[in-house]
């Protein structure tokens, strides 16, 4: 089966950079997704690795690494509305849907 | 593009009552999903649709729960004789063919009472 395991919560000030870590076992692998969830709200795309090496996208970036089963989420020049939970995902074995893990609650102060 | 939307956004309902909750997919999208959230938890998939085919389905979704999408459009997901425990949010999402990036809806909040 498939199970994904990360930090619950992480704490910063505005500005410094955090890194969300995940470790994930699968019984077939389709890439390593993140979402953030404000709270109240829908589950939002960030980004997704399918193969080893870092993905950058503007102040986020995402690394994977397929032979560790290791990915992790990195969010530079924090700013207060980074503050949202965080959630790591796979996809399920017949590779449809997401399998998330129970998200990482990511709180920045001034 | 107008997104995912979701109605009701709040269902408030009595133990033992019937609810059905909608989803409207972005337009173009042949991929519907739905999940379940309880507090402090990741979404947990409950079944999917490739058009109007619901071709998974999770331990999770008992045979109290049914899902339909008739002509591959919306989708309703009803829930019958309903328990505290289903209290929870839930999500829709939608994605086109393979993508890996899926659109959630806001959700649909049930509290059983």
């Known amino acids: 089966g498939q199970s994904l395991e990360q930090p619950s919560e992480v704490t910063a000030v505005e500005g410094a950079i955090v890194q969300i870590n995940c470790t994930y076992q699968t019984s077939g692998f389709y890439g390593l997704s993140w979402y953030q969830q404000h709270d109240g709200g829908a589950p939002t795309f960030l980004s997704y690795n399918a193969l080893d090496g870092l993905e950058e996208t503007g102040r986020f970036s995402s690394f994977l690494s397929r032979s560790d089963s290791y990915g992790y989420l990195l969010l530079q020049e924090l700013q207060m509305k980074d503050s949202a939970s965080y959630f790591c995902?796979?996809?399920?074995?017949?590779?449809?849907?997401?399998?998330f893990g129970k998200g990482t609650t990511l709180s920045v102060s001034s | 593009d107008t997104g995912v939307s979701q109605n009701p956004r709040h269902k408030i309902t009595k133990r033992g009552q019937n609810v059905t909750f909608r989803c409207d997919p972005i337009?173009?999208?042949?991929?519907l999903y739905w999940y379940r959230q309880t507090l402090g938890q990741g979404p947990e998939f409950l079944t999917y649709f490739q058009n109007e085919a619901q071709l998974e389905k999770s331990r999770l979704l008992s045979d109290r729960f049914s899902a339909e999408r008739p002509k591959g459009s919306f989708s309703t997901l009803e829930i019958q004789r309903t328990e505290q425990g289903d209290s929870a949010m839930y999500l829709c999402?939608?994605?086109?063919?393979?993508?890996?990036?899926?659109?959630f809806g806001p959700g649909t909040r049930l509290t059983v009472t």
């Open positions: 999402a939608s994605s086109p063919g393979t993508s890996y990036e899926q659109y």
């Open positions: 337009s173009e999208h042949n991929r």
């Open positions: 995902a796979v996809k399920n074995q017949a590779g449809t849907a997401l399998i």
